[in-house]
């Protein structure tokens, strides 16, 4: 985000501009620790024992550090009637989430190319009806996605999340190219053209080498909403093909046996980790991707 | 009435690069000083301090007789038009002008007569229910114009206030400006890049470069006696010839040698004048300024001491109307000479160039400064 | 008359011209599918007697007369109202305020940024997760504020049915009100810096530069601001099932939970997609205009 250039206004000084100062770093201070606590608490719970749980508070930093909470949420919390933690969900999350991103993004940068740079009558509004996608409350599609995806053999599947993710994710990927697109000048791909390049040699070589920018944002845009997805993962998957965030849902809410609270916040570190670690890695490219989201690039 | 301004020892850093890098600048109440100087020198980050837009990194401000470093910019008694316009785009015109009378708490009589005067005085009294979106990019202009000048402060501070009018308009609008300067009295700072606009509207031109101020002094002096080749460059359009040569003697008399391209260097005499303030020895390395204006065909004008005429091969010919200017190669460089349509010969042809040496610029190789200036020193 | 040859048939320039309209035909085709052909199917099971099994023969508006008459919808109606305004309000507020108080010049602005926004990054079973824990009754706050002197202190909103709402409101504005800060933050920064050097020249200080002149321009942002917190609220399923699994009872159900328990565990298939339509119905009459005015004002 850009920076205020204008910073150095004149402002009259005197112990009540100090005083506002003060007060607004106290302000600001006290929103980082609203926003920092429940991560502290996660994972200072995740690092006490049972008993240390039961006797300390919220707030109480673990008095004897244990990992046994992680290995237990990582390798043997019972999610369900299996007791293999959340390791074999993470590779499903994985394997949901790895192709269902490329796809998205790849179909979703050849559709925004070909809507915006060889504008075909009708494009405004095949683009329209695709972008209305993105928005729609998805329990609409609930039902007729569930018979769907048994008819093609594909409940209760991974592969079947996959065909989920993307078709429901190229609204988006397509509105994020788009509004990249729109910002290039035509004026290189008419060259181009010119020179007698068609639709894939332009795309694979002039449009795609500076999309770079628009790639990143959308691949963690798309990483992030799938990886977090519940809705799609509750509704159409089983058991043993549980995305990440089922699985979670699960070890926290199960019913039996005593309630393991340092194994649900290992457990639900474990399952946030990979966007944290992205947004952590990225988080100029995520805040992109959110305001992108406004619409409007 | 008006105030003076008073820049003393003036730096201004931003984090590690230095912008503003020592002015001393004393402007006298009610004078137009304009701030010329090429895109990024610090002509608008000058005129942010003396507004309090920005914080001086050390150095003193006074306005009147205030030192105003600490003083929030409200309370310096300016006004401020910016090349953007900066109008409030959600307020009318109206409220636009008006606004900086709310917050000073004006009575409404007072804010409806000011903004009747200063309205019609800008011929914008129709408009003053419209939104900025909805005026043109002149209309705008003088909205900006009447915002600043509706509140009738002590000094006036102007960032390129027109170089996003067209070319017509922008004459239009220089010519009014000088008319209000000359009807309120007010001091005036203008920071434009424009070097016509610096002639035209300026009392004094202040010519920075860098972050210095090269050159402070009035319009024809800068432009007949500029300090040093930046100054020289920068002012006038074609811009003086620089010729590199070495001083040398015509016989007795001095002169400067122009090396041709390996034919036989020309001996372009010195007027006494000159020479006589010239401690600089036979060999030393200079540049010869000459404007296009002091290069004519030659017997077209009357004639006067001390000039010269050498012959060249005409090589480009641009008519721009009341002038023709011909591009021909002299030593290593490419000069323009400025002649009478009239006068003008097909490209290709040797001509008869006539140079008046008393308009002569002299100016150090090395350090660029003039020598034998009458002033000297900057 | 002979026909110029020049005009004649030749595949490869044919398919060269069609390849934009070859390419995007099909994806436009999946979304035709399954978009607007499971809205249509889904609307029209509205219109059946459809229970565990679809069936196709028209029954008129009955589904919604039974939808209308569950006292459960009315509750995740009336959670809905308050869930959104709540959540949309309370947001909306820290994000100005967050806003306004970063662009003033702060030191380490990139770093609270960073802290201010990364519930972002987390899913909502997560964000629900932590929540559920420390709003816990027997171990979470209360404990802590016994702990720290206020013996009788109360607080079991989670599993009080008239207060457990207000946990998701919780949870929700923690989790989404540094998006709303990141939205401000960017409308303030592209605010022209010298509309600003010109308030400050006609004297007005932080209070009125913001009141009468930043916040009136951003006007838009609001809009859209309002607009994607509104789509996050009404779509609100995964938060509710972490938290509250939509109780106690189901006192904190929503449109999305109340449609997902009558479709996938109650299988009254017609009942769940007469909800699905009207949860449709409201972000249609949100989004569109919405989307028409932003789409037209891009000049597309
Ligand atoms: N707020 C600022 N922070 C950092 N650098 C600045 C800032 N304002 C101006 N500069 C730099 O100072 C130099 C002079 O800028 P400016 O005064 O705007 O030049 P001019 O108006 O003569 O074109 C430029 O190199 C510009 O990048
Ligand atoms: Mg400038």
């Known amino acids: 985000m850009r920076a205020r250039r204008i910073s150095g206004i004149v402002r009259p000084r005197g112990w009540t501009t100090t005083a506002l100062r003060g007060l607004l770093f106290a302000v600001l201070g006290l929103f980082c620790l609203y926003y920092l606590v429940p991560l502290i608490v996660m994972v200072s719970t995740s690092l006490k024992s049972l008993d240390e749980i039961r006797e300390g508070t919220l707030l109480s930093l673990p008095q004897s550090v244990t990992v046994d909470a992680w290995v237990k949420a990582w390798d043997a919390a019972c999610v369900g009637v299996r007791c293999d933690g959340l390791k074999p969900f993470m590779w499903n999350s994985i394997a949901m989430a790895v192709p269902a991103v490329l796809l998205s993004t790849a179909l979703g940068a050849v559709n925004g190319y070909a809507l915006t740079k060889w504008r075909f009558p009708g494009a405004d509004w095949i683009f329209a009806l695709m972008l209305f996608g993105a928005f729609i409350p998805f329990q609409v599609i609930l039902l007729p996605m569930a018979r769907t995806l048994g008819l093609l053999g594909l409940a209760g599947t991974v592969p079947g999340l996959i065909l989920v993710h993307t078709v429901y994710g190229l609204a988006f990927t397509t509105l994020f190219f788009r509004n990249f697109f729109i910002g290039v000048s035509d004026g290189i791909l008419q060259a181009a053209r010119i020179d007698g390049a068609g639709f894939f040699r332009i795309f ?40 990440v965030t089922v699985a979670l849902n699960n070890v926290v809410n199960t019913s039996t046996g005593v309630k393991e609270y340092n194994v649900d916040m290992a457990a639900a570190i474990l399952a946030g980790l990979p966007t944290m670690l992205v947004y952590v890695v990225a988080g100029a490219w995520f805040v992109r991707g959110l305001s992108a989201g406004a619409v409007k690039g | 009435m008006a105030s003076g301004i008073t820049l003393s020892g003036v730096f201004k850093r931003f984090g590690a690069t230095e912008v503003i890098k020592g002015i001393d600048l004393a402007i006298e109440p009610g004078e137009f000083v304009v701030l010329v100087g090429p895109s990024g020198c610090g002509k608008s980050t000058l005129l942010n301090l003396v507004a309090g837009l920005e914080t001086l990194t050390s150095g003193d401000i006074r306005i009147g007789a205030q030192v105003v470093n600490d003083v929030p910019p409200r309370d310096r008694d300016i006004a401020m038009v910016f090349q953007s316009y900066a109008l409030y785009p959600t307020k009318s015109v109206r409220q636009n002008i008006t606004f900086g009378m709310q917050t000073r708490h004006v009575p409404r009589d007072r804010q409806e007569a000011a903004l009747d005067e200063f309205s019609r005085l800008l011929q914008i009294d129709g408009l003053l229910d419209r939104k900025p979106g909805q005026l043109s990019g002149g209309q705008r202009q003088r909205v900006a114009m009447g915002r600043a000048l509706v509140r009738q402060p002590e000094v006036f501070l102007f960032d ?24 309120l009295g007010k001091t005036v700072v203008y920071v434009t890049h424009d070097q016509i606009e610096a002639m035209t509207l300026a009392s004094r031109i202040a010519v920075m470069d860098n972050g210095h101020i090269r050159q402070f002094a009035q319009p024809h002096e800068i432009y007949e006696d500029p300090v040093d080749l930046f100054v020289a460059g920068f002012m006038g359009s074609p811009p003086m010839n620089m010729l590199p040569g070495k001083l040398a003697r015509d016989g007795t008399a001095r002169a400067v040698a122009v090396e041709g391209n390996g034919a036989p260097p020309i001996l372009f005499p010195l007027p006494g004048r000159l020479a006589a303030r010239l401690d600089e020895p036979d060999g030393h390395e200079v540049v010869l300024g000459l404007r296009p204006e002091a290069i004519f065909a030659a017997g077209t004008e009357l004639p006067g001491p001390d000039r010269f005429v050498f012959e060249r091969t005409v090589g480009v010919v641009e008519p721009t109307g009341p002038d023709t200017m011909l591009v021909f190669a002299i030593g290593p460089v490419e000069a323009i000479a400025r002649v009478r349509p009239g006068d003008a010969p097909d490209p290709g042809t040797a001509f008869s160039f006539e140079v008046d040496m008393t308009k002569a610029k002299l100016f150090d190789a090395a350090s660029g400064l003039a020598l034998g200036a009458r002033t000297g020193g900057r | 008359m002979p026909v110029s040859s020049s005009s004649g048939f030749r595949p490869g320039q044919w398919l060269e011209r069609r390849i934009p309209v070859l390419v995007v035909s099909p994806l436009f085709a999946l979304s035709l599918f399954f978009v607007y052909g499971f809205i249509l199917w889904t609307a029209y ?14 029954d008129g508006l009955a589904q919604y007369e039974r939808l209308w008459s569950t006292p459960r919808w009315y509750v995740a109606i009336r959670n809905l109202f308050v869930f959104s305004g709540l959540f949309i309000a309370i947001s909306m507020a820290i994000g100005i305020l967050l806003a306004i108080l970063l662009d003033q010049r702060v030191r380490g602005e990139g770093l609270i940024r960073t802290i201010y926004l990364y519930p972002m990054a987390l899913s909502f079973i997560v964000t629900g997760t932590v929540w559920k824990w420390i709003l816990n009754p027997g171990l979470g706050i209360e404990r802590l504020m016994r702990e720290a002197g206020f013996e009788s202190f109360r607080f079991d909103w989670l599993i009080d049915g008239d207060r457990a709402i207000y946990t998701l409101v919780i949870a929700g504005v923690w989790q989404s009100s540094g998006y709303a800060m990141a939205l401000f933050l960017a409308g303030l920064r592209s605010v022209d810096d010298e509309v600003l050097k010109a308030a400050a020249i006609d004297g007005a200080g932080p209070w009125r530069t913001y009141t009468g002149i930043v916040l009136p321009i951003l006007r838009p942002v609001f809009l859209s601001t309002v607009i994607i917190l509104a789509h996050l609220a009404i779509k609100s399923f995964d938060l509710v099932v972490a938290l509250t699994g939509g109780g106690p009872g189901y006192a904190t159900d929503m449109p999305a939970t109340f449609m997902y328990a009558f479709a996938f565990q109650r299988s009254e298939l017609g009942v769940a997609a007469a909800s699905a339509t009207m949860m449709l119905a409201t972000i249609v009459a949100i989004i569109v205009p919405y989307l028409y005015s932003e789409l037209r004002q891009t000049g597309r």
């Open chain 3, 45 to 58: 099971i509205s219109f059946t007697r459809s229970g565990v099994m679809p069936v196709y023969d028209f």
């Open chain 1, 204 to 243: 694979a070589g002039i449009v795609l080498p500076m999309s770079v920018p628009a790639i990143v944002v959308t691949v963690i845009w798309q990483f992030t909403q799938i990886w977090n997805d519940f809705l799609f993962g509750v509704a159409f998957t089983v058991g043993d093909s549980n995305p």
């Open chain 2, 160 to 183: 390129e206030p027109l170089s996003n009018l067209d070319a017509k308009l922008r004459i239009e609008m220089r010519t009014e400006i000088k008319k209000l300067h000359q009807r």
